[in-house]
């Protein structure tokens, strides 16, 4: 009886992974169908490559768009990695049970705010923080800098979350044996225990990337919404954040309720190319993590 219960345990389990498998299938299936007719008569380079996006005029490039979306998230991990890993790192191996019980539920609390609120939080504060602290013609406040900000507190608790579970996962003879040859605390925290947690703590911060890469309203909010490539605006590179863009996700929702036709299509044909950026950034993940198994 007791096997009898275990094998249909088993296979309840794998039916459910099979499931999950076979739902994700069914998306990029369904978008996939959507988006051909888009893919056939525009070409699968002319979108990927064009910097011009006008439907009316059977335009369709979307360089710029993922060129927008790209750039958010490469601001949002650089501001938000630092926060989050310090964070982790302190409710892990540093802060006492009494504070740890106080920060936690707060970081937690992060990720159950709506986007919208984090819109307009970005809308109300940081737009015109960013429009008053760099000078620069041009500059609106709603940029990519702006957006980064808020998509780096939305990713927050993901990858502290995470990453701690990942470092508190290490065994304690590590750390203990560490310090049994003389290394202070935070050398054994720096060459012991990140070490040790990497395949967790690079499984947080690609998490942290998809999340990035899929968020929609606060985007659409904080980020311009303009359909151009992402330029300096002065001879410093670093302007090319005070740029306005739009991401693949804001274009697909501000856009979807009125599009028909080749327009509608291209927007189905810009939900695959997201769902493929997510789908290298995963399979980037599953190799290091491999990679670093192995070392």
Known sequence: MRKLVDTGIRYVLFLSALASVFIV?????FTLREALPAFREYGVAPMLTGTVWRPQEDQLGILSMIAGSL???LGSVILGVPLAMGGAIFLAEVA???????VRPAVELLAGIPSVVYGLFGMVVLVPAVRSTFSVPGNSGFNLLSASMVLAVMVLPTIT??????????PRDFKE???ALGATRWQTIVRVTLPTARSGIIAAIILGVGRALGETMAMIMVIGN??????PLSQNPLTLF?????TLTGNVAVEIKYATGLHEDALFATGVVLFILIMLVNGSARLLIQRGGAE
Do not use: C, K, W
């Open 25 to 29: 299938f069914l998306i990029l299936l």
């Open 71 to 73: 750039l958010v998230t």
């Open 96 to 102: 006492p049970p009494a504070v740890r019980e106080i």
């Open 161 to 170: 979350n995470i990453a701690e579970d990942a470092i508190r996962a290490v």
């Open 177 to 179: 044996g560490s310090l």
């Open 226 to 231: 303009s359909i151009r490539m992402p330029g």
């Open 242 to 246: 005070l740029s306005q863009a739009r």
